[in-house]
Structure formats: structure tokens, C-alpha cells
């Protein structure tokens, strides 16, 4: 596994976007149930919460030897101020089940830990249906169900998201 690098998705990385998000279609229509389509990298930049502040979501990139390896969709203070919200996390289908997704999320905890030190809690949504590919990752990285559970509905698809967290470590201040 090369090295990772993690820094914000720039408007020049959106093809590399695009290219990851369609390297992995069966995700997309798991949790959209449909294929992707030609402007979800732009959809993915501009989506957030409504009465979320444009600057509370970033989009980062993990880069290894400059090739975009894997995509971060993370929000500050959702839905409270000491909680960060993971809205995705998604590894280049080329790249999968090689130690990249594990990687990646160790670098986007600390950068929560260093950029917004007000945050004690990670959290994010797994869908029924992506289940199988999801659950044992997140688990592996410390996240556990709070079993709160709301019904999912994306155009035609139906089904349930349920909600999983991780409390970071205290941070020593001295
Ligand atoms: C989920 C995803 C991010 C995992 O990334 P990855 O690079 O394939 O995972 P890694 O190789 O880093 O695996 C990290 C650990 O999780 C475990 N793991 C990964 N996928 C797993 C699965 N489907 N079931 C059980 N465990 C799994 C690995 O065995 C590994 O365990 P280890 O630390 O003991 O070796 C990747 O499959 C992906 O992008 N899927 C599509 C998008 C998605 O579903 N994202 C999650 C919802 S936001």
C-alpha cells in the first residue's frame, strides 16, 4: 500500500471524482437505486444538510502517488455542534479490501482531531441495503450502533439507514 495523502478535493480533482464514483456502480445504485450519473462529483461537492453552513462541509481526497485513492464526504457540527457526520467514505473499486478504506478513515479522525478540536464524536449512517459491504468496515474502526434507525428513501428505493458512532479520545490539552 503507497502512502496516503489527505487534503481537499479542488475543482481540478473533480474528473478523479467522477472516475471513482463510476468505478464502483453497484454502490451508487445500493444506496441510490440507480447507476451513477455523468454530475454526481458535483452533486457530492455541493450537497449538504439544509441550515448547514457552506464551510461546516468539506470534501477530501486521499491521494496516494497523486491518484485519487479514495473520497471523504464530512460534516462539521452535524447534527451538533461536538459531533462530525461521515456522508461517505468510498475507495476507487481498484483499490478496495487493500488496508486503503482503514487508512483513510485514520487520516480523516485525526484531521477532525487537529482542524475542529471542538468535535467528541464521529458519526454516519449505514444503509440497509449496502449492509454487507459497510457494516464489518465501520465496526473494524471502532464505530458502534446507537440504535437509532430512520426509514431511507431515494427515488424508488426504500429501505433503512441506522445509525453508528465512535467517541474520540479526549484530547490532552497540557
Ligand atoms: C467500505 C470501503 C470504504 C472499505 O474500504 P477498503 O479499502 O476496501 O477496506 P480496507 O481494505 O481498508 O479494510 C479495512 C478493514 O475493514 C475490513 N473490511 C473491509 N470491508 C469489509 C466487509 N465488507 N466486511 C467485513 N470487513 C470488512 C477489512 O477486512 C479490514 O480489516 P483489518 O483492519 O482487520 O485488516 C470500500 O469497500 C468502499 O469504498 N465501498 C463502497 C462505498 C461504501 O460502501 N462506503 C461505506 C459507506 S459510506
Given at each position: ?10 475543482p481540478?480533482?473533480v474528473?478523479?471524482?467522477?472516475d ?5 456502480p ?13 454530475a ?19 470534501v477530501?481526497?486521499a ?15 452535524f ?20 488496508g ?15 482542524a ?6 464521529m ?35 426504500e ?14 490539552g497540557?
Amino acid at each position: 500500500m503507497a502512502e496516503l495523502v489527505l487534503r481537499l478535493i479542488e475543482p481540478g480533482d473533480v474528473g478523479a471524482l467522477q472516475d471513482l464514483i463510476e468505478s464502483d456502480p453497484g454502490y451508487t445504485e445500493r444506496v441510490t437505486g440507480n447507476p451513477p450519473g455523468a454530475a454526481d462529483a458535483q452533486s457530492l461537492l455541493m450537497m449538504r444538510p439544509e441550515g448547514l453552513a457552506q464551510d461546516a462541509k468539506v470534501v477530501l481526497g486521499a491521494f496516494a502517488e497523486e491518484q485519487l485513492v479514495a473520497a471523504v464526504d464530512l460534516l462539521r457540527g452535524f447534527p451538533n455542534d461536538r459531533t462530525a457526520f461521515i456522508g461517505l467514505l468510498e475507495v476507487h473499486s481498484r483499490h478496495q479490501r487493500r488496508g486503503y478504506g482503514g487508512a483513510t478513515y485514520g487520516l480523516v479522525q485525526r484531521y477532525v482531531e487537529s482542524a475542529w478540536p471542538e468535535v467528541r464524536t464521529m458519526r454516519l449512517a449505514v444503509v440497509d441495503t449496502n449492509s454487507d459491504v459497510a457494516t464489518g468496515f465501520w465496526l473494524r474502526q471502532g464505530f458502534t450502533p446507537t440504535g437509532e434507525e430512520r426509514p431511507y428513501t431515494y427515488d424508488k428505493l426504500e429501505t433503512t439507514a441506522r445509525l453508528y458512532e465512535k467517541q474520540l479520545p479526549e484530547q490532552d490539552g497540557s
